[in-house]
């Protein structure tokens, strides 16, 4: 597509569900990353996708998140037996290689607000 | 660890003034420089990317410069109109190309009052 797309826009969900939120990169684009962004912070790194290599987890700050790109491609991030410390907006960027996107930037896409109730 | 910080959060100018918004680094070894735009409920906006060797870069209105060696960036605005009012955040790209993470700071939220 002409841009990153993620869905859901909005999901609000009860305390202890598991939820699974869904990014699309641009075509072409190799590297994949999630940030998470919370009322009043920075944007946070959580995990970085780049070819086939490895992802980079470092980012990621309990075992309740995981994220996997299939087809190195599509990614979907969840998050298991979410807790009310997990509401934020939660946002992914597609660039073209960790080398080219030196070059040429991120393209984030709008986020998923993540709401637990 | 990188650092980025932006100073003031918040600002309020009136509209046609123009303005500038500061951004600072504490690792001067980066790889570029990104400022971005954020409206509230939305996503972010990529504004203008300035690699490492360039000193500046500009897209209509808007004049982003880097000096590295001080770990400072200035986004400027010219002119200000209503529609420039949301949050500005910087973020930096570490120099190494294995994980282009990027940091960035928490923005500033300005806006121009008719």
């Known amino acids: 597509g002409a841009g990153v797309s993620q869905s859901p826009s909005n999901k609000v969900t009860e305390k202890g569900k598991d939820v699974e939120l869904r990014c699309d990169p641009i075509?072409?684009?190799?590297?994949l990353y999630w940030y998470r962004q919370s009322l009043g912070q920075g944007l946070e790194f959580l995990i970085y996708f780049q070819g086939n290599s490895a992802p980079d987890k470092s980012g990621l700050p309990s075992d309740r998140f995981s994220a996997e790109r299939t087809g190195g491609s599509v990614s979907t991030l969840t998050i298991q037996r979410t807790q009310q410390e997990d509401s934020a907006v939660y946002l992914c960027?597609?660039?073209?290689?960790?080398?080219?996107?030196?070059?040429?930037?991120?393209?984030f896409g709008s986020g998923t607000r993540l709401t637990v109730v | 660890k990188q650092e980025v910080t932006q100073i003031p959060a918040a600002l309020s100018v009136p509209e046609g003034e123009n303005l500038v918004l500061n951004c600072s680094f504490t690792d001067s070894a980066i790889y570029n420089l990104q400022w971005f735009r954020q409206d509230p409920g939305k996503g972010l906006t990529s504004l203008l990317l300035?690699?490492?060797?360039?000193r500046e870069q500009t897209s209509g209105r808007l004049n982003a410069s880097l000096d590295k060696s001080s770990g400072r960036s200035t986004l400027y605005i010219a002119a200000s109109q209503p529609g420039d009012s949301a949050t500005y955040l910087c973020a930096v790209s570490p120099y190494t190309g294995a994980n282009s993470k990027l940091t960035f700071g928490k923005g500033i939220t300005l806006s121009v009052r008719p």
């Open positions: 075509s072409g684009h190799t590297a």
């Open positions: 960027a597609s660039s073209l290689g960790a080398y080219r996107q030196t070059r040429y930037g991120y393209t």
């Open positions: 300035i690699q490492s060797s360039q």
